[in-house]
């Protein structure tokens, strides 16, 4: 894909569902919101998919309940109680969370609701105890203008988190609760982006007004961004979990090029008349004496080799440049039966699988070079089932696009997850009475309501001297709160945004995580960097070595950073000017510059630099 001029030609629409922690008790009980490390009590449960009032089936809690899963889940006692282990009923919702969705719905102009109802939402994944999540509407039909944009806000809902997965094996989900109940913000915007850019900087004025209330998490994993997307003559395609907004355009991008690639195999495919037929074959004994080593070792456990054709298939499983195009969609969804995965001609002969045994299993399906097969090998029961899901999605290939839930891998790509969920997933919440909203409670929050983010950005210029560059990428990167807070208790304010905007960026470079060092350990640096126990030009080597696992403290030992003082400055600059002194009579003031570098090279951040270039000019004009 190109510029954004290819993105309008093919009708690019983004939206957005923005997820954002709240620093708050959790939503339906007294306990705090905080993850631990403990493990706790743990119990054992099983999940199953219930019907809607209107006696439907959700299909994505169908598909969950079929994986056959069950769920284990640890129970600590410092941040979970009888709620989240659903033996209790909750209570709630928390005030001060309610009081953060609302003061965000009154940011975005939205119709707030005069009452809220909480609702059930079928989750049987198991991350929720209950096998359901609950979500209240608060607000609808807000909006937001981004670059002079207004993007629509359809929703904004209050809901609780779902629990922490901590493993999976052996068909066992594990979960901790510490997560489950701790409140989130929702808020869905209309698919009014239409640009990969656009996209993020949408995303990244939402989370400068969640910071701004100053009552929301920090740090990964606190804030999620689930993107739908779709183009013309594609479908709409929902990514969940995407963590890492600067990785956002790229996620867009790629769903992009997938829906391409999709259609033009749609494309090939008719031109062909492929047809996917529903006959499964047993080809157990034409696979006996294979060179795979997987397949002899499941023959040898009685497991079999199943196989289906797939009629005017061929290079579109695997291109003939061999980039990979609807073998991985086919894998994707074989696997949520719990098979390994699957083979298919487009790959072969490989792994172990000659080409004469490609060709007794074309004999065997009757098909051609024009046509495709797909393997797989497990239990008859498990492998007819898995290959009912390549059925499943096979067709749909015939149709270009199927709309569905595919979640986000780091590298900016997705896998299937799910079919797009239905309406048959909500219904009323009994356990929790209507919260009533009054007019009186929004006056206040209106009075209180945070500054704006155009405005914050203008006050930063003025307030803190910095320029609109600095003030913007502040706000962008989400710094601008702590950034604050900072200054505030200890002033520098240049120091604290060039070491967000400049210091940040050149350790991540060489490899560091500056963001995983937390807020107690920033205003700490601060801190003792106020009270002259080292100089800014060491606050780099201390970041890395905060990095690395030390205290802040252990930090300054160890990397030699402790301040020293005149009189030691003093005398390093005398010798470092006396062995150069040729130089310095040569240059005169004009070595000032050159022997800057080499003295705060020698003092490693030991000292500060405006106190170092007083001294070198004074030792410097001695001597000429």
């Known amino acids: 894909m190109g510029g954004e001029k290819d993105h309008e030609d093919i009708g690019l629409k983004v939206g957005l569902e923005i997820h ?16 631990v490390e403990d493990e706790g009590k743990t119990v054992l449960r099983n999940l199953r998919p219930t019907a809607s009032e209107l006696g439907e089936v959700d299909r994505a809690a169908l598909m969950e309940a079929q994986k056959g899963l069950k769920f284990r889940y640890q129970a600590p006692e410092r ?74 806000i359809p929703t904004m809902c209050l809901e ?14 594990v979960y901790r609760l510490d997560r489950l109940g701790i409140p989130l913000v929702e808020i869905a915007t209309d698919p009014d982006m239409t640009s990969p850019e656009e996209a993020k900087e949408v995303a990244q004025t939402i989370g400068g007004l969640f910071r701004g209330t100053r009552k929301v998490k920090r740090g990964i994993g606190s804030i999620r ?21 600067n990785m956002l355009p790229e996620y867009v991008k790629k769903e992009v090029e997938r829906q391409l690639s999709l259609l033009d195999i749609e494309e090939v495919l008719e031109e ?38 797939l009629r005017g298939f061929s290079r579109q499983l695997r291109g003939e440049d061999n980039e990979p195009l609807l073998g991985p969609e086919l894998a994707q969804y074989a696997r949520k039966t719990g098979v390994a995965g699957i083979f298919h001609s487009d790959e072969l002969p490989k792994y172990g699988i000659t080409k004469e045994k490609v060709e007794d299993i ?17 239990s008859e029961e498990n492998a007819r089932e898995a290959l009912e899901r390549v059925i499943e999605r096979a067709n749909m290939a015939l149709k270009g696009v199927p709309e569905e839930t595919r979640q986000a891998k780091p590298d900016g790509t997705s896998v299937f997850l799910r079919p797009l969920s239905g309406e048959a997933r909500m219904y009323p919440e009994t356990d929790i009475s209507p919260e009533e909203i ?36 502040l706000f962008k990167k989400g710094y601008d709160v702590l950034f604050e807070k900072i200054v505030e208790k200890y002033g520098k304010a240049s120091v604290v ?34 009270s002259k126990e080292f100089a800014k030009e060491g606050i780099s080597e201390l970041l890395k070595e905060i990095c690395e696992g030390r205290s802040v403290e252990e930090g300054i030992e160890s990397a030699g950073l402790k301040t020293v003082d005149e009189g030691e400055i003093r005398e390093k600059i005398s010798e470092i000017v006396e062995d150069r002194i040729d130089f310095v009579k040569e240059r005169e003031m004009g070595a000032v510059g050159p022997l800057m570098g080499v003295v705060m090279e020698d003092l490693k951040g030991k000292a500060d630099g405006e106190k170092v270039s007083k001294i070198l000019r004074e030792e410097i004009q001695k001597r000429i």
């Open 20 to 35: 954002q922690q709240l620093n708050t008790d959790k939503l339906f009980c007294g306990c705090p919101s905080e993850m």
């Open 79 to 152: 941040s979970t109680c009888l709620v989240e282990l659903d033996e209790e009923p909750p209570s709630g919702p928390d005030q001060e969370a309610l009081d953060v969705a609302l003061t965000m719905a009154l940011y975005m102009d939205a119709n707030i609701m005069d009452e809220i109802q909480f609702m059930r939402k079928i989750v049987i994944d198991g991350s929720n105890t209950a096998g359901f999540q609950r979500t209240g509407l608060i607000a609808m039909n807000g909006s937001l203008e981004v670059n002079g944009k207004e993007i629509g």
């Open 160 to 173: 609780e988190d779902a629990a922490r997965s901590i493993d999976e094996k052996d068909g066992e989900k």
């Open 225 to 245: 961004e689930d993107l739908n997307v779709s183009i013309e003559d594609g479908a709409r395609v929902e990514m969940k979990g995407v963590q890492e907004l």
């Open 272 to 309: 062909r008349d492929a047809e996917v037929e529903d006959e499964i074959y047993d080809v157990t004994e034409e696979m006996e004496d294979s060179e795979s080593g997987l397949i002899q070792s499941n023959i040898e456990k009685g497991k079999g080799v199943y196989a289906l054709s």
């Open 362 to 378: 074309e004999e065997r399906l009757q098909i051609d070079e024009k046509d495709a097969f797909v393997l797989v090998t497990e």
């Open 438 to 473: 009054d007019q009186s409670r929004l006056e206040r929050l209106e009075e209180e309501l945070p500054e704006r983010p155009d405005e914050k950005i203008e006050r930063f210029q003025e307030e803190y001297d910095l320029n609109e560059q600095q003030s913007e990428q």
């Open 497 to 530: 945004a060039d070491t967000f905007l400049q210091t940040y960026p050149d350790l991540k470079k060489d490899g560091y995580e500056p963001g995983k060092v937390g807020e107690d350990k920033l205003l700490e640096i601060f801190r003792r960097l106020d």
